[in-house]
Structures are given as C-alpha cells and as structure tokens.
C-alpha cells in the first residue's frame, strides 16, 4: 500500500498498537478513523490529532458493526484501508471443575466475528477504489499457541487461514490483503503490566518497524512480520515449535 494519500480505518485505535499506528499513520498523511468502544479515549486521540475522526461501536455486537459499517461507507464513500485491529485475549483453565468460558466467547466474537463481519461490510466499499487494502492484526500466536490462552491464540491462527483463503480470492481485484502479526508487544491487551515488561517489545519500536516495512513495500506472502516475530512464524519449519510451546507454558507459570 501507499504509506500517505489514503483514508484509513483503523479498529482498536483507542489504544496500544492500533492508537500508535493510527496516530504514524495520521502523521504520514493520511484521513484516518478510529473505532473502539471507549468515547473518553476516542475523544482524547482526535483531539491530539486534529482531522482524526472517532466513531464509537462494538465490535463484538453484531448489530452495531452492522449500523457501524452503514455509517462508515456514508460518510466515507472513499475508505481505501481497513485495519482490523481490535482484539481482546483472555485464559482459560481446562483443568478446572467448572471451566468458565464467558471470555472465551467474547474473544471469539470480537476477534474472529466481528473481523469477518466488518470485512465483509466493507469490502464492496474497498473493491470500488483503483487500490486498497485489508489487514488484520493476528499474533506470532497464531503460529504457535499460548497454553494459558488456548481460545485467544486459536482466534489468530483462524485469522491466518482465513486471511491466506481470502488473499487468493481477492487476487484479481484491486484489494490487497494484509495480515499484521505482532510478537508480543508493550500494551495493556493481557493487563497494565504488560506495558512494563521487559520482555515485551516497546509499542514505539514496533510501532516504527512496522511503518518502514510498509513504506518498503518489501511484504513477503502479504504479512507484515518485524524481526521478533520471525522465529514464531518459522518455528514449525525450523524445528522450533515444541521449544517455543514449552518456553510459553514456562513463562506462565513464572
Ligand atoms: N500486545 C501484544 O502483545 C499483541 C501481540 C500480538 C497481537 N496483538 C493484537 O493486537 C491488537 C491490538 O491489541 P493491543 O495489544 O494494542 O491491546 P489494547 O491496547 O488492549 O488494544 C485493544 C484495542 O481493541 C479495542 N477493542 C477491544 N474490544 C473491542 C470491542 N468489543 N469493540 C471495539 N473495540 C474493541 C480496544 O478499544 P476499546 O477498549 O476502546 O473498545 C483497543 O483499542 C489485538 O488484535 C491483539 O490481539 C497484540
């Protein structure tokens, strides 16, 4: 994709990776929209980036995407990128006598049927422009899963399969698709103390290796990978999966 001269809506951009991208994206020259649930910080991010637009909705009601994705094709007839971005994760114990799967099903509703939904809206919108594109921020997870978060992972890894089927279907038309896959990043997705953990990879450097990927335009197979996160994406090939599978499982139990 272009890096500027487009109109872009990014899902998620009330915080973490979405708010960073949104606002690099913003700075390069683009009319960028945002959506996310939480008004205040809908509020807070337009009003740092003048000419940002914020919609409130949520993406795990499938009415509201509905009327959602209405109002976006009215009012912006020439949206040309959609960033699926927005995304919840959550644990479950399988090992417990009652095993309580109510964040299971929104994480599945948010980051699975709410993409799918909104994708589908809108695609007939990104089909009528000479060149746009469609990203959905999937995870090194999808590649190999994390044991505590066994519905969380599986909800990127049919992120993946689905973009791979779509990419071919879309191929003769003027849509690109995109998938964005982070390592494990400085945001508050898994609680405030993500943001601080040494292990994570700083919101800033992510954020400004993903920009350089795509002013690049250098996108191996339609997927966005910085350098963390390409031994998850090969850790099957190269013999590496069991060691990251037992590596995560240790990290939880730190
Ligand atoms: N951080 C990581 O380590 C990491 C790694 C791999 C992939 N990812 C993916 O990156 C994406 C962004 O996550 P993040 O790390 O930046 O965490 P984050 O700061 O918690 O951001 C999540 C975003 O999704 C929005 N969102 C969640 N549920 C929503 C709903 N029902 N309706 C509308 N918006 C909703 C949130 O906005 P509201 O709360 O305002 O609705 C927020 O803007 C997610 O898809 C996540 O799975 C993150």
Redesign the pocket.
Known sequence: MNISGNTILV?????????ALAEALHSKGNRVII????QA?LDEVTGRNPGMVGIA????DTVAIAKFAESVKRQFPELNVLVN?????GLEDYTAESIDLTRAYSTIQ??IT?VVQLSAALLPTLRAQPKSTLIV?????AFVPFPPGPV?SAT?AFMHNWLDAIRVQLKKTSVEVLEL?????Q????GPQ?ASDPR?MPLEDYTSEVIQILESNDIEKGEILVQRVKPLRTAERDGKYQEFLDMFAGMHDE
């Open positions: 899902t998620g951009g009330t915080s973490g990776i979405g708010r959506a996310g649930r939480r910080l909705v949520d993406l795990s971005n927005a995304g919840i994760a948010t980051n709410g921020t999937t995870s090194g997870l969380y990127k896959a982070p390592p494990y990043v945001t508050e997705l898994g993500q994570a």
